[in-house]
């Protein structure tokens, strides 16, 4: 079973940063994809970031693309999300997510493992 917690949320007015973290426990967690993933009020949860364990490669979305960052600690089995230039559109809960599969994809229903979320607030 893989557990996937997340945190670093908050409130930031627009202009500012803050950093998600995600701690991933669980059998071959670190053969895993990982993703991280946002739902506003009334929306369809949208991906935002992706990050291979293995090779370290990357895969963004186009509204997050120069001002968020991914990261994985491999030793730390914690996958980051450095977000800079925040705006208010980046209001969200946002999730932490695990495929089984080493592709890095943006589809949600691929993610096997979610994390419970975490709270993001950017007022203008």
């Known amino acids: 079973q893989v557990q996937l917690e997340e945190s670093g949320g908050g409130l930031v007015q627009a202009g500012g940063s803050l950093r998600l973290s995600c701690i991933a426990s669980?059998?071959?967690?670190?053969?895993?994809?990982m993703g991280w993933f946002r739902q506003a009020p009334g929306k369809e949860r949208e991906f935002v970031a992706a990050?291979?364990?293995?090779?370290?490669?990357?895969y963004y979305s186009d509204s997050v693309k120069g001002r968020f960052t991914i990261s994985s600690d491999n030793a730390r089995s914690t996958v980051s999300l450095q977000m800079n230039s925040l705006k208010p559109e980046d209001t969200a809960v946002y999730y932490c997510?695990?495929?089984?599969?080493?592709?890095?994809?943006?589809?949600?229903?691929?993610?096997?493992?979610w994390g419970q979320g975490t709270q993001v607030t950017v007022s203008s």
């Open positions: 669980g059998r071959a967690i670190t053969s895993m994809a």
């Open positions: 990050i291979s364990w293995d090779s370290g490669s990357t």
């Open positions: 997510a695990a495929d089984r599969s080493v592709a890095l994809t943006a589809a949600a229903y691929l993610y096997d493992f």
